[in-house]
């Protein structure tokens, strides 16, 4: 049974990772992902079928158009033995080694799988998009804390899976995610202005020579704004605090309201209890492990970005990290991005070092190590939650 899986995973790996090529080319160059179909970037000849086909086409093309010749790069071969590869393991990993606890059998945990499967592919392309570009494409964020939100209402994982959160706290998510919302509108309507609004054409993105050796021609770099470029980041970073201001605000309230007037708390603990409201609240329960794990992902990043630049007076973080960090809350729960924060500057770090002495560099993309680290911390969350517990003499709960 489980060879037949792999057999199907792996090709369902190289067909996504071949879709991934796609997203990684088109979603940084603003192009649609759906039209026009594939097309040789040299000489624009559309890509026929039977050369589109994954790790196969471009083994038998030996790397070139088959029109042009013009050479393929070798990254597209890579993209998806490597997407095959992740889905193969992330299925080893949960069903053979047993490396999770509460996941059960496949044709149980499906969904978790496929929403976890999803989650690393879209890492995949998140990285791929930010080591070239210095951005991490939104869209492959959005789309992933989607499948997280929806698989966490319709198909709760067990509570080691998708770690469950306390009926006050879901209820505080519920009203962040109702002021992020607000907060979105604000903007829209013009009534709060977006940070950094300016930076975007004058420091955000710079087109830089690259005049190294094998990598010449022309590549968008992002560089964190600074005083220099006319706008003063301390002041910009206060237009991201307002934003979130009313998302604070209103989880607030609701915790205050809890805390205070029982009648609020007692309802908030009915809604939740399976033997009053069935099935209901099991489907609620997983909805608010997904949605406050997507808050506490990208808060993370956030506070530390609007943390950093208040201190240091200079862009720290990209809001694309947020979002990346968010989409690992969002199919995982709260835990994995918690983990996930401790322990990407570790990789980044050492990896920075031997930048450092190599070459002088003014920052690092900082995706590929959160993308890297929370995978790890996927794989390897019951070990290292047991460490994080016996560390800080936290019993788990009975
Ligand atoms: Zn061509």
Redesign the pocket.
């Known amino acids: 049974m489980d060879v037949m899986w792999l057999v199907f995973f792996a090709l369902l790996g190289a067909c996504v990772g071949s879709f991934l090529n796609v997203v990684i080319w088109r979603l940084p160059r603003g192009e649609s992902i759906v039209f026009p179909s594939s097309h040789?970037p040299?000489?624009g000849?559309p890509i026929r079928w039977f050369d589109n086909v994954p790790l196969v086409s471009w083994l038998v093309l030996r790397g070139r158009?088959r029109?042009?010749h013009?050479p393929i790069s070798p990254r597209y071969l890579l993209i998806e033995a490597a997407t095959a590869a992740m889905v193969v393991g992330l299925y080893v990993a949960y069903y053979m080694l047993d490396l999770r606890d509460g996941l059960g059998a496949f044709n149980e945990s499906w969904p978790t799988f496929l929403a976890h499967a999803a989650l690393w592919c879209g890492l995949l392309a998140c990285a791929a998009v930010d080591v070239e570009h210095w951005i991490v494409p939104l869209e492959v964020c959005w789309f992933v804390s989607l499948v997280g939100l929806v698989v966490g209402a319709v198909a709760p994982p067990d509570a080691a899976i998708l770690p469950r959160v306390s009926p006050v706290v879901g209820a505080m998510g519920v009203a962040a995610a109702v002021g992020l919302g607000a907060a979105m509108l604000l903007t829209r309507w013009g009534l709060l202005r977006p940070s950094f609004i300016d930076a975007d054409d004058k420091a955000s993105t710079v087109t830089e020579e690259s005049n190294s050796p094998g990598k010449k021609g022309r590549r968008i770099v992002a560089v964190a704004a600074t005083k220099k470029d006319g706008i003063n980041p301390r002041v910009e970073i206060l237009h991201e605090v307002l934003f979130l201001a009313p998302a604070g605000a209103l989880a607030a309230a609701v915790a205050l309201l809890a805390a205070h007037v029982p009648a609020a708390g007692q309802w908030l603990n009915r809604l939740g209890d399976a033997g009053r409201t069935g099935p209901f609240a099991a489907h609620l329960g997983g909805f608010q492990a997904a949605l406050v794990g997507y808050l506490v992902g990208g808060l993370w990043i956030w506070g530390m970005r609007i943390g950093g630049t208040l201190a240091f007076g200079k862009e720290a973080m990209g809001l694309g990290d947020v979002h990346l960090l968010a989409a690992v809350g969002a199919v995982t729960g709260w835990i994995v991005p918690s983990l996930t924060f401790f322990a990407a500057p570790v990789l980044g770090l050492l990896w920075g070092l031997r930048l450092m002495l190599s070459r002088r560099q003014r920052e690092l993309p900082y995706g590929p190590w959160l993308a890297v680290a929370a995978g790890a911390v996927m794989i390897f969350h019951d070990p290292l939650l047991a460490a994080m517990q016996a560390a800080f003499h936290i019993s788990p709960a009975p």
Do not use: G, T
Request: hydrophobic residues 40%.
């Open positions: 040789c040299a000489c000849r158009c029109a042009c013009a």
